[in-house]
């Protein structure tokens, strides 16, 4: 009996996922200066924006 339950235990150790990274959202680092956009919808359509 306590075969079979060291086999069941580590059954389940090898069936659990490991651990992920941390998440992490966006960018690392910021990017430099403004850049400019051509709307092509909305109330802006077709004029050049700048974005910073």
């Known amino acids: 009996m306590r075969s079979v339950s060291l086999l069941a ?3 389940l150790a090898l069936a659990s996922p490991a651990p992920a990274d941390e998440l992490k959202s966006g960018p690392d680092k910021k990017i430099g200066g403004s850049f400019q956009v051509t ?12 974005y910073v």
Do not use: E, H, I, R
Not at 39 to 50: I, M, P
């Open 9 to 11: 235990l580590a059954a």
């Open 39 to 50: 709307a092509y919808s909305g109330a802006n359509k077709g004029k050049t924006l700048c």
